[in-house]
């Protein structure tokens, strides 16, 4: 029984050795797109927003419709 858990703990070992490198990890670069986003502050209340989700009125910055008084 020992003999028949060493050989299942060395291919194992063997796999993870061997095989498993040749999957590829995440790099930087891979979360780009969510690191990219700037912080704009609201000209009304001073939240900060992505920039993403701003609505600029006037070469304003705003953080919802009610600061930006479209509502």
Known sequence: ???FFLLILFLVGV????FRKNQQKPTKNDF??????????????????SNEE?????????CSKECAKLA
């Open 32 to 49: 780009k797109s969510t690191q990219d986003s700037i912080m704009l502050e609201c000209t009304q209340c001073g939240t900060y927003v």
């Open 15 to 18: 796999y993870l050795l061997f």
């Open 1 to 3: 029984m020992l003999k």
């Open 54 to 62: 701003v609505i600029i009125k006037d070469g304003k910055y705003y």
